[in-house]
């Protein structure tokens, strides 16, 4: 069993995150600042260790990590147009704050430390499929925040002797991630409400989704292997879907294949092609998505309806 602390991780990811460790046989401490997360997304909060905190604030994640043997650091904001509206933010959370996390877990003794960073908006606007070699040239401060966060990482680890490991998600979709802004959200949400789809841009903009389900295995994976010094790892579908596309499966799904979509300019920040390839990961790690896009799709849409239900009962 080894002790795990996960800032974060009430969010989205962490509260699929941490039943899968816990299931693993890893004993839990979550930090939160409850901005984002809650614990009403937990499987059950008395099975953890739960200390509301910001990442900010070094003291405070120093006590906590203090007698854990591995950090998973989820917490950020996680917005690219936010980033463009208010860098500055941007920059104090998740610049700032990783730094904060990482010397903190230094000051404590943690040896391991995982890092949740970003493919598509740490690389840019380079030519996919993109891979650990390729150069980021970041085009939003959430991007460069992120490749930022990723210089520490691996200073730390080369300075201190840590076990630091960037893992580079895709486009992550599936439950508990209602309060997320993002395509997948926006578009359910329209449909839910009998909006409009926006699409921003003309639709031809493409991303790399990943099931929540498949990217905790990933990041399991990365914590177990317990590699030396620094190293990064792309964790992706491994396909190219347009916004286009990813509208008529939202669609699809929810059995709305007639919805309205309309279409606005583009906007600041956000790159026009993304997806990775995931190789290093698989040969490493033994990474492989199992769940394809359509499925976690349809699995994403029947928790948003369940949630939906659950909202109204509460509110009625």
């Keep these: 069993m080894s002790r795990i ?12 995150l941490v039943p899968m460790l816990r299931n693993h046989g890893h004993e839990v401490t979550i930090l939160d ?11 059950d909060p008395q099975l ?6 910001d990442i900010r604030d070094e003291e405070a994640v120093l006590a906590a990590a203090k007698g854990n043997d591995a950090i998973i650091h989820l917490a950020a904001y996680g917005s690219v ?14 610049v700032e704050g990783t730094f904060h996390v990482l010397s903190a877990a230094r000051r404590a003794g943690v040896g391991q430390f995982v890092f949740s960073s970003t493919g598509g908006a740490l690389i840019g606007n380079a030519v996919p499929p993109v891979d650990e070699c390729s150069v980021p040239r970041p085009i939003s401060p959430y991007g460069a925040g992120k490749l930022a966060c990723e210089g520490y990482c ?31 959200t926006a578009f359910f949400k329209a449909i839910m409400n009998n909006k409009p789809i926006i699409i921003y841009g003309d639709g031809a903009a493409t991303r790399d989704f990943l099931y929540v389900e498949d990217l905790c295995r990933g990041i399991i994976a990365g914590l177990e292997a317990k590699k030396p010094g620094f190293n990064a790892f792309h964790l992706a579908g491994g396909r190219e879907v347009s916004v286009r596309e990813l509208a ?3 669609c699809e799904v929810a059995g709305a294949s007639d919805h309205e979509t309309i279409f606005k300019p583009k906007r600041k920040g956000e790159v026009e092609r993304n997806f990775a390839n995931f190789d290093l990961a698989n040969q490493v790690l033994g990474f492989s998505p199992q769940i394809t896009l359509e499925e976690g799709m349809a699995l994403t849409w029947n928790w948003y309806k369940s949630y939906a239900s ?7």
């Design 48 to 53: 953890y260790n739960i200390v509301e905190a």
């Design 310 to 316: 659950d909202i109204h009962a509460f509110k009625a």
């Design 248 to 250: 008529r499966i939202a």
């Design 33 to 43: 600042n409850m901005s984002k997360g809650s614990r009403d997304h937990l499987d």
């Design 154 to 184: 691996c200073a730390f680890a080369h300075s201190y002797d840590m076990s630091v490991t960037a893992l580079r998600f895709a486009n992550v979709i599936g439950p508990i991630s209602w309060h997320k802004k993002g395509a997948v």
């Design 81 to 94: 147009v936010e980033s463009v509206e208010n860098p500055l933010e941007n920059f104090k959370m998740n």
């Design 5 to 16: 602390l996960i800032t974060g991780g009430c969010g989205f990811i962490g509260a699929n």
